[in-house]
T-cell receptor, first 114, second 114 residues
Framework: GAGVSQSPSNKVTEKGKDVELRCDPI?????LYWYRQSLGQGLEFLIY????????KSGLPSDRFSAERTGGSVSTLTIQRTQQEDSAVYLC????????????FGSGTRLTVV | AQSVAQPEDQVNVAEGNPLTVKCTYS??????LFWYVQYPNRGLQFLLK??????LVKGSYGFEAEFNKSQTSFHLKKPSALVSDSALYFC????????????FGKGTMLLVSP
């Protein structure tokens, strides 16, 4: 596609429920990244996929968070047993290999846990 | 570990005046530096980058940034601010290794008054 597409744009969920956030990267971009943006906290790195390599999961805050990327394209970020502190904007980005030239970001998914 | 500091949470400037948004960084080896802008309810948009070459980098919307290796800084500048420049600005850094990801600062809100 022309840009990075994220869905849903907004998600309200009850504490304890599981949620799935979707990211559709730019066609041909081999690298995909998930970041979390919380008020006053800037952008927090979550996970990085590069081609067929094992993903860099070093930023995932707990084992309730997981992500997969199917067929080297679409990615899903799953948060299990959501907590109120998970409320944030989840941003996905993609880039050409290694991202030296920078990333292209999607518009994000605003997650609210009530 | 790499890091970025944006010492100002907010910068206020009058329209037509020059603006500076500060950024300092820490990284092993040569830095790859970026500025992104975020408008309300939108993802991050790329403004400019420094990888190598001239220390003064020109980017979108009349913005420029100056790389200063001795001061490890990459301040964003614009000679004449517009009200429409009001937004949240993020500085980011990565090293040159193949498996590095961008580390972002906490962001600086720029408010340009008429």
């Amino acid at each position: 596609g022309a840009g990075v597409s994220q869905s849903p744009s907004n998600k309200v969920t009850e504490k304890g429920k599981d949620v799935e956030l979707r990211c559709d990267p730019i066609s041909g971009h081999t690298a995909l990244y998930w970041y979390r943006q919380s008020l006053g906290q800037g952008l927090e790195f979550l996970i990085y996929f590069q081609g067929n390599s094992a993903p860099d999961k070093s930023g995932l805050p707990s084992d309730r968070f997981s992500a997969e990327r199917t067929g080297g394209s679409v990615s899903t970020l799953t948060i299990q047993r959501t907590q109120q502190e998970d409320s944030a904007v989840y941003l996905c980005a993609s880039s050409l290999e290694q991202g030296v030239g920078g990333y292209t970001f999607g518009s994000g998914t605003r997650l609210t846990v009530v | 570990a790499q890091s970025v500091a944006q010492p100002e949470d907010q910068v206020n400037v009058a329209e037509g005046n020059p603006l500076t948004v500060k950024c300092t960084y820490s990284v092993s080896g040569n830095p790859y530096l970026f500025w992104y802008v975020q408008y309300p309810n939108r993802g991050l948009q790329f403004l400019l980058k420094y990888i190598t070459g001239d220390n003064l980098v020109k980017g979108s919307y009349g913005f420029e940034a100056e790389f200063n290796k001795s001061q490890t800084s990459f301040h964003l500048k614009k000679p004449s601010a517009l009200v429409s420049d009001s937004a949240l600005y993020f500085c980011a850094v990565r090293d040159g290794s193949g498996y590095s990801t961008l580390t972002f600062g906490k962001g600086t809100m720029l408010l340009v008054s008429p």
